[in-house]
């Protein structure tokens, strides 16, 4: 796909699609709720489909899916039933992780497996805490999908997460539902708190102190939930607002989740014009983000940041690639395991188009230029790669040929059509 400088300034007033991690949860979450979950701006993407597939096998009902209002109907958990066969999540490293703790209890076999990246990607880092929990659990190779669970009556217990990962972090608190006595976990740098977000408002006993989250064991009750935007998908648009002189954004309906907002605050601290405005703090934080250009100048990110703009690190490459000065990541090994190696993808990719970029084993180093030539570039399977690199294009001296952007379809099918009409307003 060949892809063009844009003339033009980005001016508009934009609402995005529905968050990825909040319709994930809304999605998983109705199989703990006896009743009906009502989703609205939920995001339609392949990711989200592999959820909906996979609540769907073990008894749940579909039973609304307009554009922008879906109902789910559960029969309460403990009526779900096994599904007839294996659980395929696709692409989906969420769908994937959450299931897990989800199925830990229902009683039966599950087998879960993906695509060729998800089944490179690593799942020990939830079969170990789902294993001290007594859950029956295993996976390939020690640490792979295919993993096969057989799930019933689990045990209690105090778990220190792994890795800084909110997958995991939900994959525990959700096996806590189903258990005999109360899970805590025990995280040492916060991660997006989603789930515990909307344990608490489908009526879990869940509580949360510093570094510490503790859930009772129980069911939940349905709720209605509107999504708010998803601010890594906005992130892209936010990136070539703060790059293309003349351009104003306002992101409309957008999560303002402090966990999910590491990139708009590194945006503003690199000095672009960034305002936020809270509009609804619960179940979710949802408000404004307004975004103008300034005069960027690097920064160095290290790994206390990263979770809270785990996603948005390739723009941060992008971004760097066009400030003033030296931009560094670190402490971001995490992102070698996403749906690339988003390090090596980031870099050879930004190397590609002229930028002095380095890579490093937890991150990069980039230095600022005022120029991006065209070449041929690649997503190599990974949504956020691909929209990086379109960005780039946007951003360019010369055309861009992109090869694999069909992989946007992951968690953002309307790119390129929200793409093009915001090149033309
Ligand atoms: C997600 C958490 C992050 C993020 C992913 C979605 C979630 O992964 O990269 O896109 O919905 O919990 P980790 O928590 O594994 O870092």
Redesign the pocket.
Known sequence: MKLFPWTRPLVSRFRPPGD??IT??AVLFSTLAEGAVEIYHPLDSLDIAASLRLVQSVGVELIQHQPDAWVLRSPGFDKLHEADDVINCDNS??TI??ASGILAGLPGLSVLTGDNSLRRRPMARVIDPLARLGVDIAGRDAGLAPLVIKGGVHRGGVIALP????????AVLLAGMTASQSVTVQEKTP??D??ERFLHAMGANISVAAGQITVEPGRLHPIAVTVPGDP?SAAFWATLAALLPGSSLVIEQVSVNPGRVGFYQVLQKMGAHVEFRLQRPDPDPMGEIVVAPGQLTGVSIGPKLV?SL??ELPLIGLLGALAHGKTEVRGAE?LR??ESDRIHTTVVNLQTLGVEIRELPDGFEVWGQNFLRGGVVDAYGDHRIGMMLAIAAAVSQEPLELLGGDAIAISYPKFFSDYQRLASV
């Open positions: 990825k991690s994930h949860r490293g969420t992780r959450l890795v800084a990962s909110a997958q995991v972090k939900s991660t997006r989603h789930t890594s979770p785990i996603d995490e395991f996403k």
